[in-house]
């Protein structure tokens, strides 16, 4: 069997800067330790680190429940609102946010201050998104688009000027036919490409290996949009394709026959993961 596994795999920076901050905090600081939402989408680090101590708090509501301590902010980032909440609340707050996310909540800030009408590209349910729209001066000038209905149906005053950002796990083929749609409607636009560079050459080099491979295996947690992604462009490149979170959930026996196998990542998913899948692929476990 020829195995290939994405060499963008496993943790991006963000992740690993986020998730490395956290584990330092808990050999650092005297004090509890909490994280503002899941510090990263993967089940199995999150429980690692409750294990270890670390509490998540879901909402501004549970600030009150416990004694004061470091707040670290989740990878995905938070709203404006949010953040000055939780400073108010007494806490020490560590932002985990990664770089590029908060890249985009300036840009937001600065356009919806200029009088612009923010357009988000991503899902509307994901927490970046959530984060990014509170960072705009006017949540009414926001508007969230995740389809081509929806950049259809798009409409603001034609003298208004509209400024586009993405989340940045979304699709990046799928940001361009989405912005095309809406730049043919005649605004005064301002496009800023937020998709992260790691986000394309992991889009990019699943397709390739999925193309490649008579079997596909794309791992991450269930709640991970960028993952979720993967496993969408590999299935449309290779009808045989799993989905799965941790090594347990995959029946090895299914693709021992396949000539060709190929294995990709979320940018949340541990390297130790993607060793354990790999080993019981070549049957080494």
């Known amino acids: 069997m020829n195995l290939t596994i994405a060499k963008s795999a496993g943790f991006c920076f963000g992740v690993k800067r986020a998730v490395n901050m956290v584990y330092q905090a808990i050999t650092d600081e005297n004090m509890p330790i909490y994280t503002y939402g899941p510090i990263i989408h993967n089940d199995e680090v ?13 909402s501004l509501d549970e600030l009150g429940n416990y004694p004061k301590g470091v707040m670290i902010i ?22 985990a946010t990664c770089p590029f996310v908060s890249k985009i909540h300036r840009y937001v800030e600065k356009y919806s ?14 927490p970046e998104v959530c984060g990014i729209k509170g960072w705009a001066k006017d949540e009414k000038c926001v508007t969230i688009i995740n389809s081509v209905e929806e ?18 796990t979304f699709n990046y083929k799928k940001f361009q036919d989405l912005v095309e749609i809406i730049s043919k409607k005649g605004y005064d636009i301002v496009v800023l490409n937020t998709i992260c560079n ?24 269930k709640h991970s949009s960028n993952t979720q992604k993967l496993f969408e462009i590999c299935k449309n490149e290779c009808k ?7 090594s347990d959930e995959m029946d090895y026996a299914k693709i021992r026959s396949n000539n060709n196998v190929g294995i990709t990542a979320g940018a949340s998913t541990p390297n130790n993961i993607i060793e354990e899948v790999s080993k019981n692929v070549r049957n080494e476990l």
């Not at 680190?49 to 998540?56: E, F, L, T």
Request: glycine content about 6%.
């Open 46 to 58: 999150v429980k690692d680190m409750k294990a270890k101590g670390v509490i998540v708090i879901n």
């Open 74 to 95: 989740r990878s995905h980032g938070i709203s404006r609102i949010e953040y000055e909440t939780i400073e108010r609340s007494g806490y020490k707050i560590l932002s």
């Open 113 to 126: 201050e200029d009088g612009y009408n923010i357009v988000i590209i991503g899902s509307p349910s994901h």
């Open 151 to 168: 950049a259809e149906k798009f409409s603001v005053n034609e003298s208004q000027k509209v400024c586009i950002v993405s989340q940045t």
């Open 198 to 221: 790691a986000t394309e050459e992991r889009q990019t080099e699943a397709r390739e290996v999925a193309k490649n491979s008579d079997a596909m295996i794309v791992i991450g947690d």
């Open 240 to 246: 045989n394709t799993y989905y799965i979170q941790t």
